[in-house]
């Protein structure tokens, strides 16, 4: 399986950005697909999981201004990410699990190569 996420950037306070993810190597059917972010000197956090059905999770810092989806036909999901704020500021990486997701990083095998959204006051 391999993952690779894109769309990562520079933003100022209150901007938009949206990372987008593509899977390959693999038939994804019944895999949820999530994303998860690490800022420096803190452990990977939870963001966003969706499942093949559109059945969505987010994290608390994520809700209301983020938003998961994915296309199955591409295999590919994306983080539409609004109201940005400093504290955003990590690298993003996009991820799959099949059956079911989990709010914990290592429950995870695979990654894409993560994509740094720095988010500037």
């Known amino acids: 399986v391999l993952l690779q996420a894109s769309g990562g950037g520079l933003v100022q306070a209150g901007g938009s950005l949206r990372l987008s993810c593509a899977a390959s190597?693999?038939?994804?059917?019944?895999?949820?697909m999530g994303w998860f972010r690490q800022a420096p000197g803190k452990e990977r956090e939870f963001v966003a999981a969706?499942?093949?059905?559109?059945?969505?999770y987010y994290a608390d810092s994520a809700k209301g201004r983020f938003t998961i989806s994915r296309d199955n036909a591409k295999n590919t999901e994306y983080l539409q990410m609004n109201s940005l704020k400093p504290e955003d500021t990590a690298v993003y990486y996009c991820?799959?699990?099949?059956?079911?997701?989990?709010?914990?990083?290592?429950?995870?095998?695979?990654w894409g190569q993560g994509t740094l959204v720095t988010v500037s006051s």
């Open positions: 991820t799959v699990r099949r059956y079911s997701y989990t709010e914990q990083w290592n429950d995870y095998r695979y």
């Open positions: 969706i499942g093949w059905s559109g059945v969505t």
């Open positions: 190597g693999g038939t994804f059917g019944n895999y949820f």
